[in-house]
């Protein structure tokens, strides 16, 4: 004799449990309208669900409102320190607000990126936050075109009608060159990331103009193809074949500035009694190397969390023109810079 199905609970369970009607249960367990009944309510509900292993049915609910209550997320690189954080921002408050959180690492392929959005486009994702953006992006123009709920975060493309959240690079690359020209550093360089990202372009734009603004030389200047250890390395070697006369690096990325580091100790070279190296993005326990790496701190879960608003207003048709918000970094002033040698 086969077992009997165990009944499957109800909305109308949980609501006959506690009394109320089960449009209150279900507005309880929303994330989105908790905020219309009281907090004494919500928990009883909650209690009540728990205690009958009671569960909201999703599908039934994005059928219901045509929404999959998911959005995708697009990384460039989930082994670069930077994303994590960002990527908790997201997820918390994407999670918040009833949402899941479904996250592609691409390796910064385009062909990688293509197939993570048709995957994500075959879930019905709500809308999609890009941190791979490059300044003419083929993924950002499919967006468009099909008209997918999109923001930026880290990184922006060069057009203006786009949401994107990221940082003030000129502020923080500002702060990084009265800092080392504070220290009589005069002859300064720059192992810039790659120019197709807006972070590789506008740091290295923002660099040589406030040189130029001091009137010291601004073409110390190595372009990296990539924000990775390895390409710091290969960087400060072609800087020191062409020029060994500078007294400080600034690195695009502290990926970069951690490769410099490495080519110097192969060298021989001492940091910072022979070179000041600083860095950018201030990416965790940099505090406890030796020397600890001076850098820029930029507000990672922040910015994760702000462009993850932006797409809420977007889904819930708040927002009607553009946002493009800069967040301000804060530099880190260590031990991996100091007084310019003689």
């Not at 992006?137 to 994107?164: Q, S």
């Amino acid at each position: 004799m086969k077992p009997r199905a165990k009944r499957k609970i109800t909305i109308r369970d949980v609501a006959e449990l506690v009394d109320v009607h089960h449009s209150t249960v279900s507005r309880a367990l929303s994330p989105n309208k908790r905020d219309q009944i009281s907090p004494a309510v919500v928990k009883k509900v909650e209690k009540a669900a728990e205690q009958l292993g009671y569960f909201p049915n999703l599908v039934a609910s994005s059928l219901k409102q045509n929404r999959s209550f998911a959005v995708g997320v697009l990384v460039p690189d989930l082994t670069n320190p930077v994303f994590p954080p960002i990527i908790r921002g997201i997820q918390d408050t994407a999670e918040a607000a009833g949402l899941t959180v479904i996250t592609a690492n691409t390796d910064d392929e385009e062909a990688k990126e293509r197939s993570a959005l048709k995957t994500m486009q075959g879930r019905s994702i709500d809308g999609i936050i890009i941190a791979t953006a490059l300044r003419e992006d083929p993924i950002v123009e499919e967006c468009i075109r099909n008209e997918i709920p999109f923001v930026l975060v880290n990184r922006t493309v060069d057009r203006d009608d786009v949401n994107a959240v990221v940082i003030d690079e000129q502020f923080g690359i500002n702060s990084i060159l009265e800092h080392l020209i504070g220290l009589k550093h005069r002859r300064i360089a720059h192992i810039a990331g790659p120019d197709h990202t807006s972070t590789g372009h506008e740091r290295a734009a923002a660099f040589a103009a406030y040189l130029n603004s001091k009137g010291l030389p601004s073409d110390l200047i190595e372009t990296t193809e990539k924000f990775t250890i390895e390409e710091g390395r290969r960087g400060l070697r072609r800087l020191l074949a062409r020029d060994n006369t500078c007294t400080a690096v600034v690195a695009s990325n502290d990926l970069l500035a951690l490769g410099c580091m490495d080519e110097m100790k192969e060298l021989g070279m001492l940091v910072p009694d022979n070179m000041s190296i600083s860095g950018y993005d201030d990416i965790q326990f940099l505090e406890r190397m030796n020397p600890a790496l001076t850098s820029v701190l930029v507000p990672k879960y922040e910015m994760g969390s702000q462009a993850t608003k932006i797409l809420l207003n977007m889904l819930e048709g708040k927002s009607t023109s553009p946002v493009l918000q800069r967040m301000r970094p804060r530099l880190v002033v260590r031990n991996s810079t100091a007084t310019a040698s003689r």
